[in-house]
Nanobody, 115 residues
Framework: EVQLVESGGGLVQAGGSLRLSCAASGFTFDEYSIGWFRQAPGKEREWVATITRISSTHYADSVLGRFVISRDNAKNTVYLQMKDLLPADTAVYLC?????????WGQGTQVTVSS
């Protein structure tokens, strides 16, 4: 069974930091690109960052310079280190694994940034 389990969310003050984790199982993790998305209430899901199977990284302009995505293939885990958080970063953060037509999602972890 494919599983993506996000953790590490919480409540933080503006300017603070959090590290999210996405633990994967049930598929060949190191073959997949892994992405982080987020969805705020009443808004569309927004892409945040991606790390490819060869660890190339890509970021949305809104998080560039503040967020860092990384992966540990030995642990089947992807991380999202977030710093200088803004109230606008408040959302449910979801992990996505993609390889061709295969596309898996986690349930998400809530990040709330207070002003």
């Amino acid at each position: 069974e494919v599983q993506l389990v996000e953790s590490g969310g919480g409540l933080v003050q503006a300017g603070g930091s959090l590290r999210l984790s996405c633990a994967a199982s049930g598929f060949t993790f190191d073959e997949y690109s892994i992405g982080w998305f987020r969805q705020a209430p009443g808004k569309e899901r927004e892409w945040v960052a991606t790390i490819t199977r060869i660890s190339s990284t890509h970021y949305a302009d809104s998080v560039l310079g503040r967020f860092v995505i990384s992966r540990d293939n030995a642990k089947n885990t992807v991380y999202l280190q977030m710093k200088d958080l803004l109230p606008a970063d408040t959302a449910v953060y979801l992990c996505n694994a993609r390889l061709g037509p295969r596309n898996y999602w986690g349930q998400g972890t809530q990040v709330t940034v207070s002003s």
